[in-house]
């Protein structure tokens, strides 16, 4: 089985400032993450995505994540906001090869950023 | 271009009358998904499809059904629909390798009275 949690539904930044938005999951196998983002009246985009290797990943957009195992941790960040970063983020999490849940993409519950002037 | 679409984008409907929303992908992809989105609740997996006839339930099949005839087709189909049916649909594909990444549809919005 496999969940994600994202935590805080809400996080409001002011422009310039640091984007944090938190992911844990728990998976019974090496897990596949990403994060996707949803901008108002669209479909999903993906940002980012860790399957092996380095741990810290780069994606769209300047935003980054890093996996932290010990930490079963996929927080996403960005070190300067912009306007245009407003839009709603989702964490998922699938299971690698060879295990049940291979394909099977579970999402967490979404976090809407706002960014002010 | 390579892509997932959708049709209708919006949909309104009333209780009991037998829909079908379309997918479509042009990326070969052998995996396919539908997912409903909910405020709230994130993205939810209703149906997947490994490849042509293979299907299995996702996290919240009922009141759904679907079909893989063809490999790049995954329609689905709402017999009867209710209420809350009424939502955000999303198709996706991924190919057949351990990536896992999905390719996302524009969404259908349903509405059910």
């Known amino acids: 089985a496999q969940s994600v949690t994202q935590l805080g539904s809400h996080v409001s930044v002011s422009e310039g400032a640091l984007v944090l938005l938190r992911c844990n999951y728990s998976?019974?196998?090496?897990?596949?993450l990403f994060w996707y983002v949803q901008y108002p009246n669209q479909g999903l985009q993906l940002l980012l995505k860790?399957?092996?290797?380095?741990?810290l990943v780069k994606g769209i957009n300047g935003f980054e994540a890093e996996f932290k195992k010990s930490e079963t941790s996929f927080h996403l960040t960005k070190p300067s906001a912009h306007m245009s970063d407003a839009a709603e983020y989702f964490c998922?999490?699938?299971?690698?090869?060879?295990?049940?849940?291979?394909?099977?993409?579970?999402f967490g519950q979404g976090t809407i950023l706002t960014v002010h002037p | 271009e390579a892509q997932v679409t959708q049709n209708p984008r919006y949909l309104i409907t009333v209780t009991g009358k037998k829909l079908t929303v379309t997918c479509s992908q042009n990326?070969?992809?052998?995996?396919m998904s539908w997912y409903r989105q909910d405020p709230g609740l994130g993205l939810r997996q209703i149906y997947y499809?490994?490849?042509?006839?293979?299907?299995d339930k996702g996290d919240v099949p009922e009141g759904y059904k679907v079909s893989r005839k063809e490999k790049r087709n995954f329609p689905l189909i709402l017999e009867s629909p209710s209420p809350n049916q009424t939502s955000l649909y999303f198709c996706?594909?991924?190919?057949?390798?351990?990536?896992?990444?999905?390719?996302f549809g524009p969404g259908t919005r349903l509405t059910v009275l």
């Open positions: 990326m070969n992809h052998e995996y």
């Open positions: 998976s019974s196998v090496p897990p596949y």
């Open positions: 499809s490994m490849n042509v006839e293979v299907t």
């Open positions: 860790y399957t092996t290797g380095a741990t």
């Open positions: 998922a999490v699938s299971g690698g090869a060879g295990g049940t849940s291979y394909g099977k993409l579970t």
């Open positions: 996706a594909s991924t190919p057949g390798t351990g990536l896992n990444e999905q390719f």
